[in-house]
């Protein structure tokens, strides 16, 4: 069972940036493909970015692509998103995401391929 624990969110103005953590327990944390998901008021829960397991590489949403990074210190189990320029739009609840398989960018965007994940942490963006 793997168990993650977000932290960094907070109250930010249009434009600022936030760094959120996700420490992951449980599992061998090097074999994990890691995502972030984000639910805002009223809506479903959307695909925000994947670093995948092994050679690491990155997937991202169109709606955050060259705005938000992702990153992760196998040797800390920790999975990271750097958000810069964010926008009121950007106001929800992250979550990380986890899962043993190496998945395809479809998969990856989906939440049906990450069978665990954390209990969110709240972004607020004032305008």
């Known amino acids: 069972q793997v168990q993650m624990v977000e932290s960094g969110g907070g109250l930010v103005q249009a434009g600022g940036s936030l760094r959120l953590s996700c420490v992951v327990s449980?599992?061998?944390?090097?074999?994990?493909?890691m995502g972030w998901f984000r639910q805002a008021p009223g809506k479903e829960r959307e695909f925000v970015a994947v670093?995948?397991?092994?050679?690491?590489?990155?997937y991202y949403a169109e709606a955050v692509k060259g705005r938000f990074t992702i990153s992760r210190d196998n040797a800390e189990n920790t999975v990271c998103l750097q958000m810069d320029s964010l926008r009121p739009e950007g106001r929800a609840v992250y979550y990380c995401a986890a899962t043993n398989d190496y998945l395809s960018t479809v998969q990856a965007t989906g939440r049906v391929g990450y069978p665990n994940w954390g209990t969110g942490t709240q972004v607020t963006v004032a305008s």
């Open positions: 670093m995948r397991r092994g050679a690491g590489n990155a």
């Open positions: 449980g599992r061998a944390f090097s074999n994990l493909s």
